[in-house]
């Protein structure tokens, strides 16, 4: 019983180069998120997937672009990395959109720091 | 841009004190949320309470909303070492959630 489970846990990068997170969930959710926290800035949503086949920006999502692969995966891109992502990204899940009352499940998160 | 407020941002207390953190928020909402951080893990789904509820318990967690103020309280009784962690009160904008700073909670014995 898995849960969210994202690949990998740890990556340094260097500025300019690429990365694909990705993420995976077996409880059978329709919508996923993708969010990167910063220390005092609580999380924040970069783009999200209310359902399969969807994809919509959230609050930050420049510099950034996602895959809705099928219902499980939801992948994250980072095309040309800068310092200023460096940052804890965490990919989510819910049955729902949130305002149909359901929690989201997290992800552990992957550290990523762009030197 | 940050929806919900938690206050305070930090707070330290001895095992089998109550803990109680606060979230204040900017509009309406469907439904507010409370969650917990372990250090270096993901966010874990504590308790929903929905726009017309005014109270809502689960265990040791009690969890208050008073939509007139735009306010949330988190209220944790017994403390124990296990509850350190950082809290995050999230409110629903459409699809997407929305979530406060964190208040971070110490626990010592």
């Known amino acids: 019983n898995a849960g969210v489970t994202q690949t990998p846990k740890f990556q340094v990068l260097k500025t300019g180069q690429s990365m694909t997170l990705q993420c995976a969930q077996d409880?059978?959710?329709?919508?996923m998120y993708w969010y990167r926290q910063d220390p005092g800035m609580g999380l924040r949503l970069i783009y999200y997937s209310a359902s399969e086949g969807t994809t919509d920006k959230g609050e930050v999502p420049n510099g950034y672009n996602v895959s809705r692969l099928n219902k499980r995966e939801f992948s994250l891109r980072l095309e040309s990395a800068a310092p200023s992502q460096t940052s804890v990204y965490f990919c989510?899940?819910?049955?729902?959109?949130?305002?149909?009352?359901?929690?989201?499940?997290f992800g552990d998160g992957t550290r990523l720091s762009i030197l | 841009s940050q929806q919900g407020e938690e206050d305070p941002q930090a707070l330290s207390i001895q095992e089998g004190e109550n803990a109680t953190m606060n979230c204040s928020y900017k509009?309406?909402?469907?439904?507010l949320q409370w969650y917990r951080q372990n250090s270096g893990r993901g966010l874990v789904h504590l308790i929903l309470?929905?726009?017309?509820?005014r109270e809502k318990h689960s265990g040791r967690l009690r969890v208050t909303l008073d939509t007139s103020k735009k306010s949330s309280s988190l209220l944790i009784t017994a403390s124990r070492a296990a509850d350190t962690a950082s809290y995050f009160c999230a409110t629903d904008r459409g699809t997407a959630l929305i979530f406060g700073k964190g208040t971070t909670l110490s626990v010592s014995s």
């Open positions: 409880m059978n959710h329709n919508s």
């Open positions: 309470i929905r726009s017309n509820e």
């Open positions: 509009t309406s909402i469907n439904n």
């Open positions: 989510a899940s819910s049955e729902v959109p949130p305002g149909s009352y359901q929690p989201q499940h």
